[in-house]
């Protein structure tokens, strides 16, 4: 490990192809492999551009020093090697490899670190635990399939940066110590030291500040915006996640809503080559649950839910008629050619449904010469099967699964089996990219647990102009001004118009049960704000972290995150979170309570 | 403020520049000002873009109801108005409004807001308190020079990316939940719920994240990213601040240098037409010091110190005598042209000086004459003075100021008062950038209260490669390959080298007083990583606040960010810090003491 001759890189792997053959190189990088011929000994060489063939071989001119140190490498140490551009013969030429018809005969080199053998390949496709890579982030982010996830994270961000420069907007930097919010999620908290028994709160979002921009003129704003969220983590949730921000002034919501897809469209096309229509399908809120039981459809296949209301009213059988007399619904939803599964397949679709709250499914199986077979063929006629069947648009080989409950459970139940037999059928090609808008968002919900009106979005979501009066009358009827957009089941944007004025914010505050003293104390400000000259606006955000997911193929969120916690908030490579002294809790004035 | 017609915006007022005479356009804005002559109402309308005037003349064509809204119009009401762009007659031209040689003369108009009186003119230059400005902070962002400041950001920013976009460097995210790291300033704590008693802290720096990407292969790593340190805020500190932080492996200190001269010149010369000279200067840290006094020193002006002691040897002058034998200095400063102070001029030199540990200040003032006046003309001939003179290649008209007292006290006052002059005396042209790098700094300083040696930079610095086995022997002897960009008396920017094997983090901690255990306990899975195969690698980073601060001539870093918090941490907008509930608080496991 000398350090006493210094070697400084001056190439990187990727530039020897380019690099005459016979010029000299400096590379460095990290041991991919090394291969002992005792006279002559061959290492891999790994950079963050690629690899490339290094020869030892006093023969052809390494040092004696050199060919010592080569000796000794091993996977993973760090050199710096000068050495000659060579054309390989013909034989030993590698296709696999990139710069398989070259390799590099060393002069000199310079072992700048050993290495301890790691805890794992450093290479694609190996399986290894999570909480292993996790502690041992810095190696597993060595793995070629990490940095390809991590560069296009780059990228794609850097792509939604150019396109929004382009268009007139300001990048604006917002407080990540601010102050905790009502009505959201659940905030984390940043004690002050200055201000004892106070705290400051980590943003869910920069909503408000967004707003305040726009009151203060700004127009067109955008933030690579670090969130926080101090939820029970779900497998797939970080409590600190990116967004893309977005907030403009005097645009309508469909003109924000184009440029929106204009931006996806190229930035899809700039970073991954994939072409997308625009302008995308707009899908009702309330059509996405009646046809896909889902406010995010995948819509790379259809499978929509067949209404069968009106053929079964008047049915006799109980199972349908119950749910329907009780104002439930019957649909049925039609998984293409697989008309042949057997009793067991049968049993398991109905084992899937019934956590959603299904008693069960019946079905209608078509056989290729047009015969019936059906879990309902004692209760219903041949031609009233074949009514379902030709209702349903089912061809020979289909398989009709009808559901019949409260429509919250049919639509419940039915998307997600929906979406797990396209799975099971192949029917989600990841190389398709289909986009849409869902909109026209119930703008409230009534939460049992609290006994009032809570916001679908949050509370500065405007509603349809002509919805704004039953506000007061009757809010679960009011439609707000809000969208998501949909890739593939899952949604990567959501945003709004918002409300701009004062009274409009008022009556939304009494919707959601605030007496106007507690609206102010909450949201005093921003009701101040819209007093001084606000202009309407609207956005929108994106989920970063989701999108890089989604283009990159990645299984999970930690896939596209450089450092991830762990479902419980654990940060396995730095253990964090972690104690702390006595003497940062007193300056706090803080005490942990004893359980 | 009817919202049933809807009219929605469709061009920026800078657009009616190109717009021809006689086309229609609708433009959304803020009332500037509204001057009413009885049939007609002129109303400036201002947005983002800029200001032009309005014509509400209903023998021009102006609707009914559009006079009957300009009526009421009010300063900062916002409106959005269609209507016709015409020439102004040569006798109404406004030579002072860029678009002052055509009006809109409106059709319609929509009153989208109204807007109480604001606390303050939305103008630039007015005198406001500050206090003021930030409660109504959205208010104050309209302002045009507010404007223009985060403008400048956003283009700052923007600029240092594109250039390490271009130069193969990945913008990587790194956590902001992370661990309490001891060896730096006091943490921000955020206590974990789903772990009772346990903390994250909130990253001083992403120093330790952007050293394990170097170990994971990632060459070139850079990040604008939110630092947080709760100290005690000086006038001009922020709890939450702004960094551009770099990191590269593979590459000397000289080369990264090279590069960040390169980033910087090509940033200035895209964002501002600023042409500056590289390779920048490069000052040595004690050569900074005794020249400057200083280790940022401003080169705007040279004002170098002149060492006497040579001159003084032997001098039996208590005042000079005594401190030089006591290992001190006695060192001058030439005022240029100022040899006409007054008494009380000279009197509050030696009151500027004072509070730097310096009793006082002699003084030599060379007349235009030549002749010499001077405060110690009693203990020192002709010759002698004459020789201080030459020896301080004072002119005629200069004014030679004299201290004497230890090293740090001289150079901290001479330091000061350097500044103070060079303001006083019009030196400090804010139009000339002068940079320079400070290199050569000591890694260690000895911390009296602590009784032990502390990082200057920080514990993960590198000593000079020669310097390596001082580290056990004499540790306030070893010099650090850390570097400063200084830019007109501030640092902008502060890296270093990283030391990167483990032996030598070892010897490091054990010279800050660390046993093995304590080391490997605070920072072991960075022991750990350099066993892995650690590249050698370095980095810096920039403040950027401080970078746009200097650019856009403001006054305070809160000028150039858009929600910044009081010396006291407060955010006087939001009302953050603030107390929350008790069940928040359960929830965090957490209790506040009583005082």
Redesign the interface.
Same mark, same amino acid.
């Given at each position: 490990?000398s350090? #006493?001759e210094?070697l400084?890189?001056e190439h =990187?792997i990727e530039q020897t192809l380019t690099t005459p053959i016979g010029q000299v190189v400096t590379l460095?990088?990290?041991?991919q492999r090394r291969r002992d011929f005792g006279s002559v000994i061959f290492v891999d060489l !790994?950079?963050?551009s690629g690899l490339v063939q290094l020869v030892f071989d006093r023969a052809r001119g390494t040092s004696e020093s050199a060919m010592a140190a080569a000796d000794k490498l091993r996977n $993973?140490?760090?050199i710096?090697a000068r050495g000659t551009v060579a054309a390989r013969d013909e034989a030993s030429i590698n296709p696999k490899l990139e710069t398989g018809h070259i390799e590099i005969v060393v002069h000199d080199v310079v072992v $700048?670190?050993?290495?301890?053998n &790691?805890p794992f390949y450093i290479q694609d496709g190996v399986e290894v635990d999570e909480t292993v890579r996790l502690r041992? !982030?810095?190696?597993?982010?060595?793995r070629p399939e990490m =940095?390809r996830m991590?560069?296009l994270?780059?990228q794609v961000? !850097?792509a939604f940066?150019a396109f929004l420069?382009d268009n007139?907007f300001? $990048?604006?930097?917002? &407080?990540?110590?601010?102050?905790?919010t009502p009505e959201g999620a659940?905030?984390?908290?940043?004690? @002050?030291?200055?201000? *004892?028994?106070?705290?400051?709160?980590?943003p869910q979002s920069p909503q408000?500040?967004k707003q305040? +921009?726009m009151? @203060?003129?700004? $127009?067109?704003y955008y933030q690579v915006a670090?969130c %926080?969220r101090?939820e029970?983590l779900r497998a797939d949730r970080q &409590?600190?996640f990116?967004q893309l921000d977005i907030e403009t002034? %005097?645009? @309508?919501a469909e *003109?924000l809503q184009s440029m929106m897809e204009m931006m996806v469209q190229k930035v899809l096309r700039d970073v991954a080559g994939i072409e997308i229509e625009i302008p995308f399908m707009r899908l009702p809120y309330h059509e996405a649950m009646e046809r896909y039981g889902s406010d995010k459809p995948d819509l790379r296949y259809d499978m929509a839910f067949v209404n069968l209301e009106e053929t079964l009213k008047g049915t006799d059988f109980r199972v349908f008629a119950d749910p329907l007399a009780a104002g439930g619904t019957v649909k049925a939803l039609v998984a293409p050619g697989v008309a042949s599964y057997s009793r067991k397949q049968l049993d398991d679709l109905v084992a899937f449904v019934k956590p959603y709250g299904l008693k069960g499914l019946a079905y209608i199986a078509v056989a290729q010469d047009g015969g019936m077979k059906s879990s309902i063929g004692k209760f219903f006629t041949e031609e009233q099967l074949a009514e379902i069947v030709r209702v349903c648009e089912a061809k020979p080989g289909d398989l009709i699964l009808i559901a019949a409950a409260s429509r919250k459970e049919v639509h419940a139940a039915l998307g997600a089996l929906r979406v797990h037999l396209a799975e099971e059928l192949g029917l989600a090609d990841p190389n398709v990219y289909k986009f849409l808008w869902v909109t026209d968002f119930p703008l409230l919900s009534y939460d049992e647990e609290e006994g009032r009106y809570v916001a679908e979005h949050h509370p500065f979501t405007m509603p349809r102009?002509e919805d704004v009066d039953l506000l007061t009358t009757s809010p679960e009827k009011v439609k707000a001004q809000a969208y998501d957009m949909v890739l593939n089941g899952f949604e990567i944007g959501g945003g709004s118009m918002r409300i701009?004025?004062r009274d409009i914010q008022e009556k939304m505050f009494a919707a959601l049960g605030f007496t106007p003293e507690e609206a102010y104390d909450k949201f005093g400000?921003l009701l101040d704000?819209?007093?001084?000259?606000? &202009?309407?606006h609207g956005g929108i955000a994106f989920g970063i972290d989701r999108i890089v997911m989604l283009l990159g193929h990645g299984k999970s969120l930690r896939d596209v995150? *450089?450092?991830p916690?762990t479902s #419980?908030?654990?940060?396995l490579?730095?253990?964090?979170? #972690?104690?702390?002294s006595q003497a =940062?809790l007193?300056?706090?004035? +803080?005490?942990?309570?004893k359980?």
């Amino acid at each position: 490990m000398s350090t #006493s001759e210094r070697l400084i890189r001056e190439h =990187q792997i990727e530039q020897t192809l380019t690099t005459p053959i016979g010029q000299v190189v400096t590379l460095g990088g990290w041991v991919q492999r090394r291969r002992d011929f005792g006279s002559v000994i061959f290492v891999d060489l !790994r950079d963050r551009s690629g690899l490339v063939q290094l020869v030892f071989d006093r023969a052809r001119g390494t040092s004696e020093s050199a060919m010592a140190a080569a000796d000794k490498l091993r996977n $993973e140490f760090v050199i710096v090697a000068r050495g000659t551009v060579a054309a390989r013969d013909e034989a030993s030429i590698n296709p696999k490899l990139e710069t398989g018809h070259i390799e590099i005969v060393v002069h000199d080199v310079v072992v $700048e670190n050993t290495a301890k053998n &790691p805890p794992f390949y450093i290479q694609d496709g190996v399986e290894v635990d999570e909480t292993v890579r996790l502690r041992y !982030r810095y190696l597993d982010l060595r793995r070629p399939e990490m =940095q390809r996830m991590l560069m296009l994270r780059h990228q794609v961000i !850097r792509a939604f940066r150019a396109f929004l420069d382009d268009n007139g907007f300001i $990048e604006m930097e917002t &407080p990540i110590l601010t102050k905790s919010t009502p009505e959201g999620a659940r905030d984390y908290l940043v004690p @002050s030291r200055l201000q *004892a028994g106070e705290f400051y709160a980590l943003p869910q979002s920069p909503q408000i500040f967004k707003q305040l +921009l726009m009151v @203060s003129g700004m $127009e067109r704003y955008y933030q690579v915006a670090r969130c %926080f969220r101090d939820e029970d983590l779900r497998a797939d949730r970080q &409590p600190e996640f990116t967004q893309l921000d977005i907030e403009t002034s %005097f645009l @309508s919501a469909e *003109a924000l809503q184009s440029m929106m897809e204009m931006m996806v469209q190229k930035v899809l096309r700039d970073v991954a080559g994939i072409e997308i229509e625009i302008p995308f399908m707009r899908l009702p809120y309330h059509e996405a649950m009646e046809r896909y039981g889902s406010d995010k459809p995948d819509l790379r296949y259809d499978m929509a839910f067949v209404n069968l209301e009106e053929t079964l009213k008047g049915t006799d059988f109980r199972v349908f008629a119950d749910p329907l007399a009780a104002g439930g619904t019957v649909k049925a939803l039609v998984a293409p050619g697989v008309a042949s599964y057997s009793r067991k397949q049968l049993d398991d679709l109905v084992a899937f449904v019934k956590p959603y709250g299904l008693k069960g499914l019946a079905y209608i199986a078509v056989a290729q010469d047009g015969g019936m077979k059906s879990s309902i063929g004692k209760f219903f006629t041949e031609e009233q099967l074949a009514e379902i069947v030709r209702v349903c648009e089912a061809k020979p080989g289909d398989l009709i699964l009808i559901a019949a409950a409260s429509r919250k459970e049919v639509h419940a139940a039915l998307g997600a089996l929906r979406v797990h037999l396209a799975e099971e059928l192949g029917l989600a090609d990841p190389n398709v990219y289909k986009f849409l808008w869902v909109t026209d968002f119930p703008l409230l919900s009534y939460d049992e647990e609290e006994g009032r009106y809570v916001a679908e979005h949050h509370p500065f979501t405007m509603p349809r102009y002509e919805d704004v009066d039953l506000l007061t009358t009757s809010p679960e009827k009011v439609k707000a001004q809000a969208y998501d957009m949909v890739l593939n089941g899952f949604e990567i944007g959501g945003g709004s118009m918002r409300i701009y004025r004062r009274d409009i914010q008022e009556k939304m505050f009494a919707a959601l049960g605030f007496t106007p003293e507690e609206a102010y104390d909450k949201f005093g400000f921003l009701l101040d704000a819209f007093e001084y000259g606000t &202009p309407p606006h609207g956005g929108i955000a994106f989920g970063i972290d989701r999108i890089v997911m989604l283009l990159g193929h990645g299984k999970s969120l930690r896939d596209v995150i *450089a450092f991830p916690k762990t479902s #419980s908030g654990t940060d396995l490579l730095m253990e964090a979170p #972690s104690t702390v002294s006595q003497a =940062q809790l007193d300056m706090l004035h +803080l005490s942990i309570k004893k359980k």
